[in-house]
């Protein structure tokens, strides 16, 4: 299914059939495509670049496609790893957590902190920690590979 060039998100880089290789939801996803370009919101003189997951309801281009600037596609990125670095240690806690001391990692990004927790708040969090980290050690060979082909280019490009 051909990505809209003609809206406000301008697409430079694309996946089209991004359907067919969406993890869980591989061949029966509404996630037709992934482009990387030219951000919706931009104002003169000043451009972003986002990416968007493209949603087709099977009529037409669903409203709920969505659009990320690049940074937060890598912060997103970053917070799957550094939960599944926290996940591998976790079992030393009774609850897969300690509720005394919440804190995953600080790492320093743009002078500032991202400062990955556990959500103590979420009243379920007990059972959600578990569903959570059961479900990334069942999906962790679609995980892995999505792991190794990232290290693969951060390591082309000289990361």
């Not at 799957?80 to 897969?96: C, G, H, N």
């Amino acid at each position: 299914m051909k990505i809209p060039t003609n809206l406000k998100h301008k697409p430079v880089f694309l996946v089209e059939d991004y359907d067919k290789i969406d993890g869980h939801n591989a061949w029966d996803s509404d996630a037709k495509g992934l482009t990387l370009g030219l951000a919706q919101w931009n104002d003169r003189g000043r451009v972003d670049i986002s990416g968007k997951v493209w949603r087709h309801t099977g009529e037409k281009w669903s409203r709920q496609s969505e659009e990320l600037p690049i940074t937060r596609i890598l912060d997103l990125a970053i917070l799957v790893a550094q939960s599944s670095i926290y996940l591998q240690d976790a079992y030393r806690y009774e609850k897969f957590y300690d509720p005394e001391n919440p804190s995953v990692e600080i790492l320093g990004l743009q002078g500032g902190r991202m400062e990955v927790q556990v959500d103590t708040e979420n009243p379920k969090i007990d059972e959600d920690i578990i569903l959570f980290n059961d479900t990334m050690n069942k999906d962790g060979d679609l995980i892995a590979q999505r792991y190794r082909t990232l290290k693969r280019l951060l390591d082309e490009l000289g990361y």
